[in-house]
């Protein structure tokens, strides 16, 4: 039993593809099925059903997967202590982030990660911040830039809070809503709502805060980029619902207003496994210093 055929165990299992776990490990499909069927003969056990358009795990495969993620975790981990006494870190780094990210101290870090361990290949993914959250748990990606209504960190996850907003309204300058002195969500729920999708942590606060208040406001757009929203919005076919960082680039054709009775606060976070390994470690020393945050020990 050899690492690599692990390692091409974890990728089909995690896809659900054979194609696709090819890509992802950069051979050809025909040497993935070669070295699952190496793995199967030499465990007794067919790991995978391929009867169906999707590759499943058997019972046996589903018995396996969590010890060959270990057993990769741990030789990872053996490369990664020579390399901390070496100085040198090397490896992988996978990095999400939040769609539609335009928070730029995110990829001044990256770059000043590769510019101080350019032995490690950076890969950089984009999904909604659920979807991210749970890959980092699953260990597919190492850490994520998410948005969150959460005030702590999921359970197995450490975070570190990057933005911490209120929620606002977002309307063109002669919208009704400008002519109140205080905007609550009741105001907000009399009109059509542009938004974020669920699965997002904008979205996640702006749905909770309406359900602590009984409102439920009718959800007209949806879009995963703030331009997007403030487009929509701007155009009179809704009323935006974004943070304050973030209406803050449409002040030109936009007129915000703090939701005053939303309580919950939209966060943006680096979340990461804890523990967690050097690769991570050195990339939060460059995310703080990015991002002017103080120093800290990870947790």
């Known amino acids: 039993m050899e690492l690599r055929q692990l390692e091409y165990f974890v990728a089909v299992a995690e896809e659900r593809n054979f194609t696709r776990a090819a890509e992802r490990v950069h051979i050809s499909q025909s040497g993935v099925s070669a070295q699952i069927r190496q793995l199967e003969r030499e465990l007794g056990a067919e790991l995978f059903d391929r009867s169906g358009r999707t590759a499943t795990l058997t019972v046996a495969g589903k018995a396996a997967l969590d010890h060959a993620r270990a057993a990769l975790a741990a030789a990872n981990a053996v490369e990664q202590a020579v390399g901390e006494v070496a100085h040198l870190i090397k490896g992988r780094l996978v990095v999400g982030m939040v769609n539609g990210c335009t928070i730029t101290p995110l990829f001044d870090a990256l770059a000043a990660f590769h510019r101080a361990h350019p032995g490690v290949e950076i890969s950089l993914l984009e999904d909604n911040s659920d979807v991210l959250a749970e890959s980092v748990r699953a260990g597919s990606v190492d850490l994520a830039l998410v948005g969150t209504a959460s005030p702590t960190a999921p359970d197995g996850l450490a975070e570190m809070t990057i933005v911490s907003?209120?929620?606002?309204?977002?309307?063109?300058?002669?919208?009704?809503?400008?002519?109140?002195?205080?905007?609550?969500?009741?105001?907000?729920?009399?009109?059509?709502?542009?938004?974020?999708?669920?699965?997002?942590?904008?979205?996640?606060?702006?749905?909770?805060?309406?359900?602590?208040?009984?409102?439920?406001?009718?959800?007209?757009?949806?879009?995963?980029?703030?331009?997007?929203?403030?487009?929509?919005?701007?155009?009179?076919?809704?009323?935006?619902?974004?943070?304050?960082?973030?209406?803050?680039?449409?002040?030109?054709?936009?007129?915000?207003?703090?939701?005053?009775?939303?309580?919950?606060?939209?966060?943006?976070?680096?979340?990461?496994?804890?523990?967690?390994?050097?690769?991570?470690?050195?990339?939060?020393?460059?995310?703080?210093?990015?991002?002017?945050?103080?120093?800290?020990?990870?947790?």
């Open 165 to 299: 907003e209120r929620l606002v309204a977002a309307v063109p300058p002669a919208h009704p809503l400008t002519e109140l002195g205080r905007v609550t969500l009741a105001d907000v729920a009399a009109y059509p709502i542009v938004c974020m999708p669920e699965g997002t942590g904008l979205r996640q606060a702006f749905d909770q805060a309406c359900a602590a208040r009984g409102c439920r406001p009718a959800i007209a757009f949806q879009a995963t980029a703030a331009d997007a929203i403030a487009a929509l919005a701007g155009r009179g076919l809704g009323v935006g619902v974004l943070s304050e960082s973030m209406v803050a680039d449409y002040q030109d054709r936009l007129t915000s207003r703090v939701i005053d009775d939303a309580e919950q606060i939209a966060r943006l976070a680096l979340t990461w496994r804890d523990p967690y390994g050097p690769a991570v470690r050195a990339f939060l020393t460059h995310a703080r210093r990015a991002f002017a945050l103080p120093e800290q020990a990870a947790s």
